[in-house]
């Protein structure tokens, strides 16, 4: 996931890119509107964090006018402004949310995941922390580099984050991960999810195992 940091204070770029990055987004930046749009014409974002007073080119007319060319990223707004007319100016040009100047990084990031997990999930992505699972494209990323798995690995944890923080019996996965019709033993679902554990690494602790029961997927972002 790729960030553009838009501020012509270059403090304010320096504390949100420390923190986009320890959550382990990748970032660029710019320092007023134009440069936005120009990187935003070249290059593929995720998401857009727009400072609205800036010179030449204001964020609004520069999200505006980078939406015009049907670029498809999130804009999230940052204003020291708050009236209404602002805001509702913001959410014209497609804004998908709009946060105050001074704000909290932390609430701020918050936002920035919640608005990029809603898009993921509109296109079968799925995102927890570095982990990143394109259900689509069968691929599996952390810290932007590819796991490679077996084709049964692939399914096995697809089922199991769709059915996130639901236990799952070892039967339950047979059936729907290897089909009714397969004959194998409640051991063939455990050997999997010991290769499946060891090749996720640092996220190998997301499948739990449920004693006398089975499996489930569960993420906790404050570990």
Not at 22 to 30: K, L, M, Q, W
Not at 40 to 48: F, H, P
Request: overall charge negative.
């Amino acid at each position: 996931m790729k960030l553009l940091i838009v501020d012509d204070e270059p403090k304010i770029r320096q504390v949100v890119k420390e923190y986009a990055l320890a959550s382990g987004y990748e970032v660029d930046e710019a320092a007023d509107g134009m440069e936005a749009i120009e990187k935003a014409s070249n290059l593929k974002y995720d998401l857009i964090l727009m400072d609205i007073m800036m010179p030449y080119v204001n964020g609004i007319e520069a999200a505006e006018r980078i939406k015009a060319k049907e670029i498809d990223s999130s804009i999230l707004f940052l204003s020291a402004k708050n009236e209404e007319y602002d805001k509702l100016a913001a959410f014209g040009v497609g804004a998908d949310d709009y946060v105050t100047k001074p704000f909290s990084p932390k609430e701020l990031m918050a936002r920035i995941n919640a608005i990029l997990n809603r898009n993921a999930k509109k296109h079968n992505v799925f995102n927890f922390g570095t982990l990143s699972i394109d259900m689509t494209a069968r691929k599996v990323l952390i810290d932007n580099e590819e796991v490679k798995l077996s084709p049964k690995e692939y399914d096995l944890l697809f089922y199991l984050v769709l059915n996130k923080n639901i236990a799952l019996s070892r039967q339950q996965l047979l059936s729907n991960v290897w089909g009714y019709d397969f004959f194998g033993e409640d051991r063939t679902v455990d050997t999997h999810i010991k290769t499946l554990r060891s090749n996720l690494g640092k996220y190998r602790d997301c499948i739990v195992t449920l004693r006398a029961v089975g499996y489930k997927f569960e993420y906790n972002e404050n570990k």
